[in-house]
Structures are given as structure tokens and as C-alpha cells.
């Protein structure tokens, strides 16, 4: 089955110690992109990869990085979380870059608190 | 630059009764526009599309959109809704000239009433 997977679904954790969420696809999408969830902001993009090794910042990327050393994976890393990056985040892939014309595969979801 | 509104954060409406979700969106280029759901505790998942050609474009679960260049809107309709329809469903507008950008509006939640 196509499928993009996120990995843990639920983390709580506390400020400061260092958290990696991780997504993986098995389409051999060459886009691959991270987005946090927030009630009454929609979706809004952290960073993006347009292929291994080549990665780039989306509209709120501060206090967050990323890593792609192989097609599949895209790691998203907090190097020291605080309690305003408590939120639903989302991995996604897709054929097209932003998934435009071919559209997003969206992972289920990672729900961070950060206490 | 490119925006999204989605009129209605929630929309509250009966089982089996038809359904108009409204998308609007402002843009200076022709833009390609999508309609994604996102079912309790899942990820999104891609309802349907508008790349180019029919104005009325077929999704899935029964759901259809039509594109309306002069009113720059994408409205999400469904004849008759059903309780598994209970979701939050995202509009989004991509621009045609660059192929790097996909703006999402705020979502709408749809619920429906026994």
C-alpha cells in the first residue's frame, strides 16, 4: 500500500530535550515536506526536500530541522523544543513539488506537547 | 501573491441533506485548486482536484467541485451527506506559474446531524 508514515503518532515531552519525529514513503517521491497543524491557522509549511540531500525552508521553520540522506526518509528534528511548538504535524510526499498537479500523500499525523 | 478563504469554519448540517462547502481564492496568475479531507485522528487525504479543462471536476465519496474563474471560487458540494462525511475539509490554490507553492485556507469543519 502507498503510504506516507509518521512515527510516534502521540509524544509529550519537555522543554528542551532534544526530539526527532520520523516520516517515511514508499511511492519514491522525489518532494517530501513537513507542515504543523494549528486550530484556527490551518496548515503552514516548515521545510521542504526536493530531492536527497537538498532541503529548503518553508514559512516556519525556526526552531526546527530536517534531513534527507535517502529518498525514503525525511526526519523532522527539534533541537530543543519549547511549549509553542506543542502541535499537529504532518509529513507529506508527492510526485509534483508542493505537491501541486499530482496533490499531497499525508502521513497520520504526529500530535507533540511540549510541557 | 495567492490567499485562500474558506467562508465557513463549521458547517453544521443533516444526514442526507445536500451540502455546499465554499472556497474563494485571490490570485494574479491561473492557479491549479484542490480539495483535501482530514477525518478525525487521520492525515489529510486528497478529495479532488482542478488542473484544467471541465469546469466540474469528480472527487471521491461523492463529492464534486466546480471552478469559477470569474468568481474565483472552488465550492465543494455533495447532494447528500452522510454521518461518515463528519471531517474537516482544506481548500488549497497553487499557482501555475511556479511549480514549488501550494497555499491551504483554514479548513472547514463539516458536521452532521443524526
Known amino acids: 500500500e502507498a503510504q506516507v508514515t509518521q512515527n510516534p503518532r502521540y509524544l509529550i515531552t519537555v522543554t528542551g530535550k532534544k526530539l526527532t519525529v520520523t516520516c517515511s514513503q514508499n511511492m519514491n517521491h522525489e518532494y517530501m515536506s513537513w507542515y504543523r497543524q494549528d486550530p484556527g491557522l490551518g496548515l503552514r509549511q516548515i521545510y521542504y526536500s526536493m530531492n536527497v540531500e537538498v532541503t529548503d525552508k518553508g514559512d516556519v521553520p525556526e526552531g526546527y530541522k530536517v534531513s534527507r540522506k535517502e529518498k525514503r526518509n525525511f526526519p523532522l528534528i527539534l533541537e530543543s523544543p519549547s511549549p509553542n511548538q506543542t502541535s499537529l504535524y504532518f509529513c507529506?510526499?508527492?510526485?509534483?513539488?508542493?505537491?501541486?498537479?499530482?496533490?499531497?500523500?499525508f502521513g497520520s499525523g504526529t500530535r507533540l506537547t511540549v510541557v | 501573491a495567492q490567499s485562500v478563504t474558506q467562508l465557513d469554519s463549521q458547517v453544521p448540517v443533516f444526514e442526507e441533506a445536500p451540502v455546499e462547502l465554499r472556497c474563494n481564492y485571490s490570485s494574479s496568475v491561473s492557479v491549479y485548486l484542490f480539495w483535501y479531507v482530514q477525518y478525525p485522528n487521520q492525515g489529510l487525504q486528497l478529495l479532488l482536484k482542478?488542473?484544467?479543462?471541465?469546469?466540474l471536476v469528480k472527487g471521491i465519496n461523492g463529492f464534486e467541485a466546480e471552478f469559477n474563474k470569474s468568481q474565483t471560487s472552488f465550492h465543494l458540494r455533495k447532494p447528500s451527506v452522510h454521518i461518515s462525511d463528519t471531517a474537516e475539509y482544506f481548500c488549497?490554490?497553487?499557482?501555475?506559474?511556479?511549480?514549488?507553492?501550494?497555499?491551504f485556507g483554514k479548513g472547514t469543519r463539516l458536521h452532521i446531524l443524526p
Open positions: 482542478y488542473l484544467s479543462g471541465s469546469t
Open positions: 507529506a510526499s508527492s510526485l509534483s513539488p508542493a505537491g501541486t498537479v499530482y496533490g499531497y500523500t
Open positions: 488549497a490554490v497553487s499557482p501555475m506559474n511556479r511549480d514549488d507553492k501550494i497555499i
